[in-house]
């Protein structure tokens, strides 16, 4: 599970985080070097990830995550063109439900779940040979295990950056797209910092703050929302961005 979540967050960085604007246009007017560069990102990622599991495996796993990253988004770009948004929504999901598979499907070229010894002697050898300080009290190891503490990481990368483009596809289903593209950066922007404070609200047992995130929300917006056609495209955003929060707040809370 541990090769598989670190993969996960290198995809979720790479397709969220580090994926320009300018690379998504090119991607979807199929620019073939644009979907080398994301899949050559995507591989680079994959690699550093998992390369304390065994250089060589690392490789192969990577190469083979990138090729079928390539070729997902590939195939998504050219089946997107001319459709709906509902279908293009539908595309989307798809495509990361794939990507996630792809991830599972060659875990076999890695011949051991635990790290390889030669990479973990190389990193300590780079470590001085004694402490440079004594810290006092004593520096006490969390109760937190790498496998919980990188579900965390998946958990916020997915609600956080990724709830951002799935809230994007569905007020363009939704709504007018000229509208949706218009406050697309400005929401995106909001609903990201939005779902950060309410996920961590809802895993710290605080629920009840997460009124107040709503209301500042809404006072911020309060001349725009007489606007009948704003009002809407505001409602359904907050909705879907108030859900994935509320769904990833509770996810995270069952593992600690």
Not at 106 to 129: H, K, N
Not at 222 to 238: D, K, M, P, S, W
């Amino acid at each position: 599970m541990r090769l598989f979540l670190l993969g996960l967050c290198a995809h979720l960085v790479g397709d969220f985080l580090l994926q320009t604007g300018s690379t998504v246009e090119a991607k979807k007017d199929g620019r073939l070097w644009a979907h080398l560069r994301h899949g050559l990102v995507i591989m680079v990622l994959t690699w550093l990830a998992t390369h304390c599991f065994g250089l060589r495996a690392a490789f192969f796993y990577a190469l083979l995550v990138g090729l079928a990253h390539i070729l997902i988004d590939s195939a998504k770009s050219f089946l997107e063109k001319g459709r709906s948004a509902g279908t293009k929504l539908l595309l989307f999901l798809a495509d990361q439900g794939l990507h996630w598979f792809s991830l599972l499907v060659f875990f076999p070229l890695f011949p051991s779940t635990a790290p390889d010894p030669g990479v973990l002697a190389f990193y300590r050898g780079l470590l001085p040979a004694r402490p440079v300080f004594y810290p006092n009290p004593p520096v006490t190891v969390s109760s937190l295990s790498l496998e919980k503490s990188l579900w965390i990481i998946v958990i916020y990368l997915t609600a956080v950056f990724g709830g951002a483009v799935l809230t994007n596809r569905i007020l363009a289903w939704l709504t007018d797209n000229q509208q949706a593209e218009r406050n697309r950066r400005l929401s995106s922007a909001i609903g990201i910092m939005e779902r950060l404070i309410l996920i961590t609200l809802v895993a710290a047992d605080s629920i009840s703050a997460m009124g107040f995130v709503l209301a500042a929300k809404s006072l911020a917006r309060y001349q725009e929302l007489n606007n009948r056609n704003f009002a809407e495209y505001y409602l359904v955003g907050t909705l879907t961005s108030f859900t994935l929060a509320l769904l990833a707040g509770l996810w995270l809370r069952a593992l600690l």
